[in-house]
T-cell receptor, first 113, second 116 residues
Framework: GESVGLHLPTLSVQEGDNSIINCAYS??????FIWYKQESGKGPQFIID?????DKRQGQRVTVLLNKTVKHLSLQIAATQPGDSAVYFCAENSGGSNYKLTFGKGTLLTVNP | DAGVIQSPRHEVTEMGQEVTLRCKPISGHNSLFWYRQTMMRGLELLIYFNNNVPIDDSGMPEDRFSAKMPNASFSTLKIQPSEPRDSAVYFC??????????????FGPGTRLTVL
Protein backbone atom coordinates (compact mmCIF):
# COMPACT_ATOMS: atom_id res chain seq x y z
CA GLY A 1 0.00 0.00 0.00
CA GLU A 2 0.91 3.68 -0.20
CA SER A 3 1.54 6.22 2.45
CA VAL A 4 2.30 9.88 2.16
CA GLY A 5 6.07 10.27 2.17
CA LEU A 6 7.03 6.71 1.14
CA HIS A 7 8.39 5.37 -2.14
CA LEU A 8 6.17 4.87 -5.17
CA PRO A 9 4.72 1.34 -4.98
CA THR A 10 3.60 -0.60 -8.02
CA LEU A 11 0.68 -2.90 -8.71
CA SER A 12 0.48 -5.18 -11.69
CA VAL A 13 -2.80 -6.90 -12.60
CA GLN A 14 -4.29 -8.86 -15.46
CA GLU A 15 -6.93 -7.29 -17.65
CA GLY A 16 -10.35 -8.06 -16.25
CA ASP A 17 -9.18 -8.49 -12.67
CA ASN A 18 -10.18 -6.14 -9.89
CA SER A 19 -7.53 -3.74 -8.57
CA ILE A 20 -7.20 -2.34 -5.07
CA ILE A 21 -4.94 0.63 -4.41
CA ASN A 22 -4.34 1.64 -0.82
CA CYS A 23 -3.42 4.91 0.86
CA ALA A 24 -2.68 5.79 4.47
CA TYR A 25 -3.19 9.39 5.52
CA SER A 26 -1.72 11.07 8.55
CA UNK A 27 -4.00 14.02 9.40
CA UNK A 28 -6.93 12.93 11.52
CA UNK A 29 -8.52 16.34 10.89
CA UNK A 30 -8.79 15.69 7.15
CA UNK A 31 -12.41 15.62 6.10
CA UNK A 32 -12.25 15.34 2.33
CA PHE A 33 -10.36 12.89 0.15
CA ILE A 34 -9.84 12.55 -3.57
CA TRP A 35 -8.37 9.94 -5.85
CA TYR A 36 -6.58 11.20 -8.95
CA LYS A 37 -5.32 9.31 -12.00
CA GLN A 38 -2.28 10.51 -13.89
CA GLU A 39 -1.43 9.08 -17.28
CA SER A 40 2.01 9.52 -18.75
CA GLY A 41 2.59 13.06 -19.98
CA LYS A 42 -0.65 14.42 -18.56
CA GLY A 43 -1.84 16.23 -15.47
CA PRO A 44 -3.67 14.43 -12.66
CA GLN A 45 -7.34 13.81 -13.40
CA PHE A 46 -10.13 13.50 -10.84
CA ILE A 47 -11.58 10.01 -10.39
CA ILE A 48 -13.72 10.05 -7.27
CA ASP A 49 -13.96 11.81 -3.93
CA UNK A 50 -15.40 11.10 -0.49
CA UNK A 51 -16.15 13.15 2.58
CA UNK A 52 -15.35 11.99 6.08
CA UNK A 53 -19.01 11.50 6.98
CA UNK A 54 -19.11 8.57 4.55
CA ASP A 55 -17.24 5.28 4.50
CA LYS A 56 -17.98 4.20 0.95
CA ARG A 57 -18.74 5.85 -2.36
CA GLN A 58 -19.21 4.26 -5.73
CA GLY A 59 -18.67 5.57 -9.21
CA GLN A 60 -18.47 3.95 -12.59
CA ARG A 61 -16.25 0.86 -12.07
CA VAL A 62 -14.59 2.55 -9.08
CA THR A 63 -15.31 2.45 -5.37
CA VAL A 64 -13.58 4.41 -2.64
CA LEU A 65 -13.55 3.11 0.92
CA LEU A 66 -12.64 5.25 3.91
CA ASN A 67 -11.68 3.88 7.30
CA LYS A 68 -11.21 6.81 9.65
CA THR A 69 -10.34 4.60 12.59
CA VAL A 70 -7.07 3.54 11.00
CA LYS A 71 -6.79 6.53 8.64
CA HIS A 72 -6.91 4.38 5.54
CA LEU A 73 -8.31 5.02 2.09
CA SER A 74 -8.62 2.58 -0.77
CA LEU A 75 -9.59 2.71 -4.42
CA GLN A 76 -11.12 -0.34 -6.00
CA ILE A 77 -11.27 -0.62 -9.77
CA ALA A 78 -13.54 -3.31 -11.16
CA ALA A 79 -12.72 -5.22 -14.34
CA THR A 80 -9.45 -3.38 -14.83
CA GLN A 81 -8.67 -2.39 -18.40
CA PRO A 82 -5.39 -1.49 -20.14
CA GLY A 83 -6.58 2.12 -20.20
CA ASP A 84 -6.52 2.11 -16.41
CA SER A 85 -2.73 1.88 -16.46
CA ALA A 86 -1.51 5.06 -14.75
CA VAL A 87 -0.23 6.46 -11.48
CA TYR A 88 -2.96 6.87 -8.88
CA PHE A 89 -2.72 9.49 -6.13
CA CYS A 90 -4.76 9.93 -3.03
CA ALA A 91 -5.12 13.47 -1.69
CA GLU A 92 -6.54 14.83 1.55
CA ASN A 93 -7.90 18.18 2.65
CA SER A 94 -8.20 19.32 6.24
CA GLY A 95 -11.29 21.34 5.47
CA GLY A 96 -12.64 24.69 6.53
CA SER A 97 -11.31 27.58 4.48
CA ASN A 98 -8.13 25.70 3.71
CA TYR A 99 -8.36 24.64 0.08
CA LYS A 100 -4.99 22.94 0.08
CA LEU A 101 -4.72 19.27 -0.88
CA THR A 102 -1.91 17.09 0.40
CA PHE A 103 -0.97 14.42 -2.12
CA GLY A 104 0.52 11.01 -1.54
CA LYS A 105 3.44 9.79 -3.63
CA GLY A 106 1.25 7.67 -5.88
CA THR A 107 0.88 4.04 -6.92
CA LEU A 108 1.78 2.85 -10.40
CA LEU A 109 -0.87 0.51 -11.78
CA THR A 110 0.10 -1.64 -14.76
CA VAL A 111 -2.60 -3.67 -16.49
CA ASN A 112 -1.39 -6.60 -18.53
CA PRO A 113 -3.53 -7.59 -21.54
CA ASP B 1 -14.74 24.77 -21.13
CA ALA B 2 -11.08 24.66 -22.17
CA GLY B 3 -9.90 23.61 -18.73
CA VAL B 4 -6.76 24.94 -17.12
CA ILE B 5 -4.34 26.25 -19.73
CA GLN B 6 -0.60 26.30 -19.24
CA SER B 7 2.19 27.64 -21.40
CA PRO B 8 4.69 26.78 -22.57
CA ARG B 9 4.24 23.00 -22.60
CA HIS B 10 7.98 22.47 -22.80
CA GLU B 11 10.82 24.78 -21.86
CA VAL B 12 14.53 24.12 -22.22
CA THR B 13 16.85 26.76 -20.87
CA GLU B 14 20.37 27.20 -19.60
CA MET B 15 21.38 27.59 -16.00
CA GLY B 16 21.14 31.17 -14.86
CA GLN B 17 18.38 32.16 -17.23
CA GLU B 18 15.00 33.46 -16.12
CA VAL B 19 12.03 31.19 -16.71
CA THR B 20 8.39 32.26 -16.65
CA LEU B 21 5.56 29.75 -16.60
CA ARG B 22 2.01 30.84 -17.28
CA CYS B 23 -1.40 29.62 -16.23
CA LYS B 24 -4.99 30.45 -17.04
CA PRO B 25 -7.39 28.89 -14.55
CA ILE B 26 -10.92 27.74 -15.29
CA SER B 27 -13.27 30.70 -15.47
CA GLY B 28 -15.14 31.19 -12.20
CA HIS B 29 -12.60 29.32 -10.09
CA ASN B 30 -11.35 31.30 -7.11
CA SER B 31 -8.36 29.21 -6.08
CA LEU B 32 -5.20 28.58 -8.06
CA PHE B 33 -2.36 26.21 -7.18
CA TRP B 34 1.16 25.74 -8.48
CA TYR B 35 2.76 22.30 -8.08
CA ARG B 36 6.09 20.79 -8.98
CA GLN B 37 6.44 17.10 -9.81
CA THR B 38 9.65 15.10 -9.85
CA MET B 39 10.38 11.40 -9.59
CA MET B 40 12.27 11.93 -6.37
CA ARG B 41 9.80 14.14 -4.50
CA GLY B 42 6.49 13.45 -6.16
CA LEU B 43 3.86 16.19 -6.40
CA GLU B 44 4.72 19.18 -4.23
CA LEU B 45 2.54 22.22 -3.65
CA LEU B 46 4.56 25.38 -4.16
CA ILE B 47 1.99 28.12 -3.59
CA TYR B 48 -1.73 28.72 -3.77
CA PHE B 49 -3.90 31.76 -4.26
CA ASN B 50 -7.47 32.44 -3.26
CA ASN B 51 -9.23 35.39 -4.89
CA ASN B 52 -5.87 36.42 -6.40
CA VAL B 53 -4.21 36.66 -2.97
CA PRO B 54 -1.34 34.33 -2.04
CA ILE B 55 -2.52 32.24 0.91
CA ASP B 56 0.27 29.75 1.45
CA ASP B 57 3.71 29.98 -0.13
CA SER B 58 5.46 27.69 2.33
CA GLY B 59 6.27 25.27 -0.46
CA MET B 60 8.25 27.76 -2.53
CA PRO B 61 11.79 26.37 -2.49
CA GLU B 62 13.71 29.60 -2.16
CA ASP B 63 13.85 33.23 -3.15
CA ARG B 64 14.62 32.31 -6.73
CA PHE B 65 10.97 31.32 -7.08
CA SER B 66 8.17 33.87 -7.22
CA ALA B 67 4.52 33.72 -8.24
CA LYS B 68 1.97 36.36 -9.08
CA MET B 69 -1.71 36.46 -9.83
CA PRO B 70 -2.53 39.92 -11.17
CA ASN B 71 -6.12 39.00 -11.98
CA ALA B 72 -8.56 36.12 -11.75
CA SER B 73 -7.65 34.71 -15.15
CA PHE B 74 -3.86 34.70 -15.12
CA SER B 75 -0.95 33.61 -12.97
CA THR B 76 2.80 33.31 -13.47
CA LEU B 77 5.51 31.31 -11.76
CA LYS B 78 8.97 32.74 -12.25
CA ILE B 79 12.35 31.20 -11.55
CA GLN B 80 15.31 33.56 -11.57
CA PRO B 81 18.03 32.44 -11.88
CA SER B 82 17.18 28.89 -12.90
CA GLU B 83 19.31 25.91 -11.85
CA PRO B 84 19.49 22.32 -13.16
CA ARG B 85 17.78 21.04 -9.99
CA ASP B 86 14.70 23.05 -10.96
CA SER B 87 14.11 20.63 -13.83
CA ALA B 88 10.66 19.16 -13.28
CA VAL B 89 7.09 19.23 -14.52
CA TYR B 90 5.21 22.23 -13.16
CA PHE B 91 1.45 21.96 -12.87
CA CYS B 92 -1.13 24.63 -12.36
CA UNK B 93 -4.52 23.67 -10.92
CA UNK B 94 -7.67 25.58 -10.06
CA UNK B 95 -10.72 24.95 -7.91
CA UNK B 96 -13.92 26.71 -6.97
CA UNK B 97 -12.36 27.71 -3.67
CA UNK B 98 -15.61 28.36 -1.89
CA UNK B 99 -16.41 27.13 1.60
CA UNK B 100 -18.75 24.19 1.32
CA UNK B 101 -17.84 23.45 -2.27
CA UNK B 102 -16.06 20.37 -3.48
CA UNK B 103 -12.33 20.66 -2.97
CA UNK B 104 -11.66 19.09 -6.35
CA UNK B 105 -8.77 20.65 -8.16
CA UNK B 106 -8.58 20.65 -11.94
CA PHE B 107 -5.09 20.31 -13.32
CA GLY B 108 -3.54 21.74 -16.44
CA PRO B 109 -1.35 19.67 -18.77
CA GLY B 110 1.85 20.89 -17.12
CA THR B 111 5.04 22.56 -18.29
CA ARG B 112 8.07 20.31 -18.59
CA LEU B 113 11.09 22.42 -17.64
CA THR B 114 14.63 21.33 -18.39
CA VAL B 115 17.48 23.47 -17.12
CA LEU B 116 20.82 22.57 -18.68
Amino acid sequence: GESVGLHLPTLSVQEGDNSIINCAYSNSASDYFIWYKQESGKGPQFIIDIRSNMDKRQGQRVTVLLNKTVKHLSLQIAATQPGDSAVYFCAENSGGSNYKLTFGKGTLLTVNP
Amino acid sequence: DAGVIQSPRHEVTEMGQEVTLRCKPISGHNSLFWYRQTMMRGLELLIYFNNNVPIDDSGMPEDRFSAKMPNASFSTLKIQPSEPRDSAVYFCASSLGQVGSSGEQFFGPGTRLTVL
